[in-house]
């Protein structure tokens, strides 16, 4: 597991956001500059729409098994983890937040042996296919027989996705999805001021 100094080194890092941003369009089709702050992309289940199962980001992963044709699974939130994966990172109890999703996110890929704030190349993504399903392997196959991304598809969308720091990408959200001063934003996206260092002097008292 992440320490929470590395999360957040990696969560600003541009390649790391990009990668990010790929792995959404690989598992839901969605591309965008919102696509790693807008939680209507972090709280979808296995098979929706079609299902219409949407997650409670304040409860832990829902094991769940739903089905679409012949294909089943439990998957869940923006990067479809399997309640084991998500166990395996967070413990049984923890809620699928958005941080807690890309803390996730971000530790699983580190696990695969890839580094997320290097540039994605056509060898790294193929040992994050036995992760994602959506993502091909060398031959351009899924791992598990599953419908796959094109690796031209998966390049594009990286090399064409705009990193941002992660406050600036926040409040941009916040600020297109509520245009009015007065409207309340969420808890879970609200950006904390940060509060200034005190001041010491050489000898390290507080100067007022």
Not at 165 to 178: M, V
Not at 186 to 194: A, C, E, F, G
Request: aromatic fraction near 10%; charged fraction near 25%; glycine fraction near 6%.
């Amino acid at each position: 597991m992440l320490s929470e100094s590395e999360f957040q080194k990696i969560r600003n890092n541009p390649n790391a956001q990009k990668l990010a941003a790929t792995l959404v369009y690989a598992e839901h089709s969605k591309t965008g500059d919102d696509v790693l702050t807008n939680p209507e992309i972090y709280n979808k289940s296995f098979g929706y729409p079609y299902n219409k199962k949407e997650l409670d980001l304040t409860k832990p992963h829902p094991d769940e098994v739903y089905c679409i044709g012949e294909y089943c699974s439990a998957a869940a939130g923006a990067f479809q983890y399997m309640p084991g994966t998500w166990e395996g990172v967070h413990g049984k109890n923890a809620p699928m937040t958005i941080d807690n999703q890309l803390k996730a996110l971000f530790t699983s890929i580190k696990g695969a042996g890839v580094d997320p704030t290097k540039p994605l190349t056509r060898e790294t993504a193929a040992r994050l296919a036995p992760i994602w399903a959506s993502f091909p392997m060398m031959n351009g196959q899924s791992r598990y027989g599953q419908p796959v991304k094109s690796w031209s598809n998966i390049i594009n969308v990286y090399n064409r996705f705009k990193p941002k720091k992660w406050n600036e990408r926040t409040k941009d959200y916040l600020d297109k999805q509520y245009p009015s001063s007065t409207e309340a934003k969420p808890k879970s996206l609200q950006i904390k001021p940060s509060k200034p260092k005190p001041k010491r002097n050489r000898r390290g008292r507080l100067i007022n």
